[in-house]
């Protein structure tokens, strides 16, 4: 599994005298368990095969990236496209089976692109309480001659009842101030700091300050979706609180896990690909002495690449990390 990479290449490798104690760490189940016997997992099983087992009514917060209606492989594993009417029933077959293990003030993000949107909706909309659409900026994609460049992607947002827990004050954003306001010679809703002029604001259900993962970020890994950190914090802060139990179904290389082991939640991660479980369990690792993420500090998110000397300090973490691992 190990690769030689440019010095600049900060892409997360799994060493082949790591794989062992790896895969030592992951759990498969086949039968009921409780949540003791779970929680702060990461199961390496298909989520069809898992689902009987969980424990109920343990979920305070589901975040589900699944297969886009995409053709796509995902390590050893195939997606297939297919229409639009047989996602929505693909979709709804495995989503209704976790409904039982939602707590009832629990909220539920499921991410999609526009293809399969509105299909992502036809089923949220049957079961819970849509509350909104979050629409982010990938940044990259790929230009098209002929169509405007996919540039964007979904999360829709609801929430298994009515009440539910939201936590505004936690994920606001620190903006630059481009035109300063004063009056009567003092800053309007701003402050200046050695860094530059800023304003906090609230969040929108517009994200524009987002950057996927790449090669010279040390959360990168080889999955082809891989979701940020940073976005998993602000849903994490957002709709959860300190002890509150994260689960992923579609887990990959794990980054909820472990933004919900960085925030202090608990989790549980399921992935059917044991080459992604090793890397959510090597980070997982790493996050017992980094606690750091990419775009989020003292407490506010800041604006996409804003945050120079926290990257440095986190490169000089992780390039620690792997000495001591040799």
Known sequence: MSKEKKDYNRTLRIEDQEIESLKSRLKKIDSEQSLEDVINTTI??????????????????????PPYNLAKNYGKTRFNE?????YEKWFESWFVKLIP????EASVYVCCDWRNS??????????LNIQNRITWEREKGRGALHNWKNNSEDIWFSTNSKKYYFDVESVKLKRKVIAPYKIDNEPK?????????????????LWTDISIPFWSMPENTEHP???????????????????????D???????????????NRNFIGIEQEETYCL????????ADIDKSIQGYFNGVFWERNSLHEQKKEKSKIHETFRLDMK
């Open 189 to 205: 809703d701003w402050e200046e700091t050695e860094d530059g002029k800023f304003r906090i604001t609230f969040p929108s259900n």
């Open 225 to 247: 979706t891989q979701k940020p950190e940073k976005l998993l914090a602000k849903i994490i802060l957002a709709s959860s609180k300190e002890g509150d139990l994260v689960f």
């Open 101 to 104: 293990i939602l707590k009832q």
């Open 249 to 263: 179904p579609f887990l990959g290389s794990g980054t909820t896990s472990v933004v919900a082991k960085k925030l």
């Open 82 to 86: 297919m229409s639009n009417e047989e």
């Open 44 to 65: 390496c099983q298909s989520l069809e095969d898992v689902i009987p087992f969980l424990p109920e009514q343990c979920v305070d917060l589901l975040f589900i990236d």
């Open 118 to 127: 509105s299909a992502v909706y036809n089923v949220l909309y049957r079961y």
């Open 279 to 286: 890397y959510a369990e090597k980070r997982l690792r790493i």
